[in-house]
């Protein structure tokens, strides 16, 4: 890996991203405070503990963001909106090095906002990697009108670098993958709301009948139902009543310990 890579986050997207940097180099990760911190650095033990030769001590964990200054290439990884990832971004350009690389896991939102947000759309690049970062190999790349060769090269190369296959997308919500996998999964829920079928049967008529290596159900337990809404309501997608529901009682998905189904 050519680039000394920083992450700005310390969720389930950044802590996998670290630690598939890990492989590769060494990774400077930000929380925003000593308490994420912690969680951070024992999610990245877990997750670098189920990988090969992985030494989790490759990951600086960090609750100082001017230590983002010493990296050339900064990936934004926080929740899904983008006043949150705007006002970040925002902190992050002036400290940022004259040539670093700027960028953002946003899996459906407006990669040339969020450019400008940082001050240096000319060097951004929406960087959407996918749960769980280190087994997913596609990379959506999207770029604002105004990027340079070189940060396209660089994002690229770095992919590349990490054993991921690079996609060039266009800037739209959702991109490729969120844009047409949505619909799909919200059209689960109101099926299930039409037929009254439960969302185990469902899932086993996707896998086994289609082939899909996880129903839609279960995927949007996997994503996390708040995470589901924001997507599905960045590409203009109707939100299923059941879906609001469950937000609405806490039940998140896998993460919260129950949604579709119960996982506790």
Same mark, same amino acid.
């Given at each position: ?5 920083? +992450? ?37 033990? =877990? ?12 990951? =600086? ?102 054993? =991921? ?69 960045? +590409?203009?997608?109707? +939100? ?15 993460k919260a310990g129950r949604g579709f189904y119960d996982y506790s």
């Amino acid at each position: 890996m050519n680039e000394r890579l920083g +992450i700005a986050g310390s969720g389930a997207i950044a802590c996998g991203l670290a630690s598939a940097a890990a492989q590769h180099g060494d990774v400077v990760l930000w929380a925003r405070s000593s308490q994420s911190a912690d969680r951070a650095r024992a999610s990245v033990e =877990k997750v670098c503990g189920k990988l090969d030769d992985v030494d989790p001590s490759r990951v =600086k964990v960090v609750d100082d963001l001017d230590a983002l200054g010493e990296v050339t290439f900064i990936v934004e990884s926080i929740v899904e909106d983008t006043a949150a990832k705007s006002d970040l971004l925002r902190q992050i350009g002036p400290l940022a090095a004259a040539d670093a690389v700027i960028g953002s896991t946003t899996s459906s939102l407006s990669v040339d906002e969020l450019a400008a947000a940082s001050g240096h759309p000319e060097r951004f690049v929406g960087l959407h990697v996918f749960n769980p970062v280190p087994r997913m190999k596609l990379v959506e790349l999207a770029f604002p009108p105004n990027v340079n060769g070189n940060t396209r090269e660089r994002a690229i190369a770095l992919c590349e670098a990490l054993g =991921k296959t690079p996609v060039e997308v266009p800037d739209l919500p959702g991109f490729v993958v969120n844009r047409l996998l949505f619909p799909y999964l919200f059209s689960a829920v109101v099926f299930q709301e039409e037929t009254g079928l439960d969302a185990e049967s469902i899932d086993q008529c996707m896998t086994l009948g289609a082939g899909h290596p996880m129903g839609p159900l279960a995927l949007l337990d996997f994503v996390g139902l708040d995470v589901s809404k924001a997507i599905g309501e960045a +590409i203009g997608t109707r +939100i299923p009543a059941t879906v609001d529901r469950l937000i609405d009682e806490g039940a998140l998905g896998k993460k919260a310990g129950r949604g579709f189904y119960d996982y506790s």
